[in-house]
């Protein structure tokens, strides 16, 4: 059944008489309103449907609120600039007062002057949005219609989420329910995960990453991917999801599904502890994914004759003859190859972990044993190419002359003070 009218009250009237859920179809910028009565829509809640119809219903310009901080906030932006074009006033609200978000929105508005465009964006800053919004007696200026927010970083009050009618979107960077958190795509990384992806879900109050999930999007996990190139692959692939699903979010606001409590892992702050390296309780895989999962944010740490060694450049035994074609080389920072023959350090099998072999250039480490056979020596040794030891960056070939070199020097890293280990860390809610 089409009903056309020119009023919500109309839309009001209708629904009280026919006890239905409705849709329309209009032009937000029309006054004259489309309702047709939607037999399959029982699952869309009625407080989502209305604000639905208040949102697309209007003639005056849709009020969104985002709230975001950085290159992967950028991304999101940008869809919901190309969904809602002129026809919307968008609140961007930034994390902290010097951000790549807000730099990238001042820039847009200078770019725009004269220009229809340069409305398009209205800047706060968090503390600032946040006390204004929370004191303001009269909260009409800070209603909106629809929230998104992405890689925000601060717990969003429960009264700015009822500011917006149809609540607030989450672009997320992990398959939800799995890593919830401040650092979802390092912890996919430093699990070793094979797969990762974007959720698309409903934020709800007082608690992160816990509504629920309207679109996921899965890709398969390259193996030598470091953060911040994941990080943007998936800034991509959260764009494209919000795109689709503010395209048609009647759809996928019908067809939410609660999140499985019983699947939750928690992804927390990534710190600098969780860079020292315990060479007797991890592998050199897991020390490889620690140094992939925390690129971009600190460098991994040990000890060497009670000084601090921060290093970086780190291979393991290639393993490409083993890798899914899926993968390919030329899109991400490969880890160099590794030449030392396996006969060499099958001569070192019975050294503890964290003994240091200067071998082809490279710093070999070994790590915890992960077998007693000679054919797993492989997977027992780390190979590194550079520090940096009393504040300066140097190669493999020097440490070994200036520091291995020397009469009575260590032949040994020493692991820092005891953290939690990742799976301590990285644990289930």
């Known amino acids: 059944m089409l009903v056309i009218g020119s009023s919500l009250g109309l839309r009001r009237y209708v629904t009280e008489f026919f006890h239905h ?16 009565i939607c037999r399959h829509s029982h699952n869309l809640r009625s407080d989502d449907r209305d604000s639905f ?3 697309k219903a209007r003639s005056k310009k849709i009020r969104l609120l985002f709230l975001g901080s950085d290159n992967f906030s950028i991304k999101s932006l940008e869809a919901v ?66 929230g998104v927010v992405a ?17 607030i979107l989450n672009v997320h960077g992990s398959l939800l329910p799995r890593w919830r958190g401040a650092s979802p795509t390092a912890a996919a990384i430093l699990h070793g995960d094979h797969v990762t992806g974007i959720s698309i879900m409903k934020i ?20 030598h991917i470091r953060t911040p190139e994941l990080t943007s692959l998936l800034a991509t692939l959260g764009a494209s999801a919000l795109k689709e699903v503010l395209q048609n979010l009647p759809k996928f606001l019908s067809n939410a599904l609660p999140q499985n409590e019983a699947e939750a892992t928690k992804a927390p702050k990534l710190t600098q502890e969780m ?3 315990q060479w007797s309780e991890q592998s050199a895989l897991e020390i490889y994914n620690l140094f992939r999962g925390l690129s971009g944010r600190y460098k991994l740490r040990t000890s060497y004759q009670g000084r601090i060694v921060d290093l970086d450049e780190f291979s393991i035994y290639s393993r490409l003859e083993e890798e899914s074609s899926d993968f390919t080389t030329s899109n991400y920072n490969y880890p160099f190859t590794v030449s030392v023959p396996l006969s060499e350090l099958e001569n070192y ?73 990742l799976s301590e860390q990285l644990q289930k809610i």
């Not at 859920?21 to 047709?36: A, E, H, M, N």
């Not at 709800?204 to 193996?223: A, M, Q, S, Y």
């Not at 020596?377 to 140097?394: A, G, M, P, S, T």
Request: proline letters at 5%.
């Open 21 to 36: 859920p409705l849709y329309f179809l209009c032009d937000p910028g029309r006054k004259l309103i489309y309702f047709s």
């Open 53 to 55: 119809y208040a949102l």
């Open 81 to 146: 600039a190309q969904v809602f074009s002129t026809r919307a006033t968008i609140n961007v609200v930034v994390s902290n007062t010097n951000n790549l978000l807000g730099e990238y929105v001042k820039q847009t508005i200078n770019d725009n002057k004269g220009r229809e465009e340069s409305n398009l964006f209205q800047l706060f800053h968090w503390k600032d949005f946040r006390d204004r919004m929370l004191q303001k007696s009269d909260s009409e200026s800070f209603e909106f219609d629809l």
């Open 151 to 167: 890689s925000f970083g601060h717990l969003i009050p429960s009264k700015v989420i009822h500011q917006c009618q149809m609540g």
């Open 204 to 223: 709800e109050p007082h608690r992160f990453d816990v509504g629920p999930i309207l679109h996921k999007l899965t890709i398969p996990l390259n193996p």
């Open 275 to 277: 860079g020292h390296v």
């Open 349 to 421: 099998a019975q050294v503890s972990p964290g003994y240091i072999l200067f071998s082809h250039n490279l710093l070999c480490v070994r790590c915890r044993h992960s077998s007693n056979e000679i054919s797993h020596v492989r997977n027992d040794w780390i190979f590194i190419r550079k520090l940096k030891i009393q504040h300066k960056w140097i190669t493999a070939k020097d440490f070994k002359n200036g520091w291995l070199s020397k009469h009575g020097a260590s032949t040994d890293f020493n692991s820092l003070k005891t953290v939690p280990s």
